[in-house]
Nanobody, 116 residues
Framework: QVQLVESGGGLVQAGGSLRVSCKASGIFFSINNMGWHRQAPGKQRELVAVIDRGDNTNYADSVKGRFTISRDNGWNTVYLQMDSLKPEDTAVYYC??????????WGQGTQVTVSS
């Protein structure tokens, strides 16, 4: 079993920065990639960023140049550095992990609120 726990969310003014973290624990065979989705009230959940086992990254157009995803070598922790935050970034941010074996695993989410 794999568990993902996010932390680091909070309230920040527009133009500020936050770093959210996702710590993985438990038993798993192999992680193919991990990433972050976000969901705001009344909106669909959307992919924000993803990193694969080769450290290739991909970002939503809305966050390119502002957000950076990274990880440690053993997939123990995945980070999302968020700079130049905008009110439209306000959402619950969910970490996920795609495994070699089994369904996608989700964290519980962490709230990020950006005030104008």
């Amino acid at each position: 079993q794999v568990q993902l726990v996010e932390s680091g969310g909070g309230l920040v003014q527009a133009g500020g920065s936050l770093r959210v973290s996702c710590k993985a624990s438990g038993i798993f065979f192999s992680i193919n990639n991990m990433g972050w989705h976000r969901q705001a009230p009344g909106k669909q959940r959307e992919l924000v960023a993803v990193i694969d086992r080769g450290d290739n990254t991909n970002y939503a157009d809305s966050v390119k140049g502002r957000f950076t995803i990274s990880r440690d070598n053993g997939w123990n922790t995945v980070y999302l550095q968020m700079d130049s935050l905008k009110p439209e970034d306000t959402a619950v941010y969910y970490c996920y992990s795609d495994l070699r074996w089994g369904p996608r695993v989700w964290g519980q989410g962490t709230q990020v609120t950006v005030s104008s």
